[in-house]
């Protein structure tokens, strides 16, 4: 399978998940976007188009595997997301498996006090 093929599945799988995860004001939507060697996630408010917190690996260092990472940034951004007031969110995966780094990262923001 190329990786033409491979990004335009997951586009696809993003746009399938997107129709139920919306995030608002009082829920943000906790997007993740998972790349070949670094993991973000955002907490974005859709009605206003706004990102109200971000983290990403670039910035957390903390672990030496991906998934350690992955779960320091899920840290990370639960901790700006309560000094932000933000307890309650709606996960998404953004087309990605929720498995591995995807999987860390959402364990990492629950262990952080996030509620989804």
């Known amino acids: 399978m190329t990786s033409d093929l491979k990004a335009q599945g997951r586009v696809k799988r993003h746009r399938r998940v997107r129709k139920l995860a919306v995030g ?4 943000p939507r906790l997007a993740v976007y998972r790349s070949n060697r670094q993991i ?9 188009g706004r ?26 951004v639960a901790t700006r997301a309560a000094d932000a007031g933000i307890k ?16 860390s990262l959402a364990e990492g923001a629950r262990e952080g006090g996030l509620d989804f």
């Open 51 to 76: 990102t109200l917190v971000s983290a990403s690996s670039q910035k957390v260092r903390e672990g030496g595997d991906p998934t350690t990472r992955a779960k320091a940034v899920g840290r990370a």
């Open 24 to 27: 608002t004001e009082a829920r």
């Open 88 to 103: 309650r969110v709606t996960f998404d995966r953004g087309g990605f498996r929720y498995h591995g780094r995807v999987k």
């Open 40 to 48: 973000y996630a955002q907490l974005i408010d859709d009605s206003s």
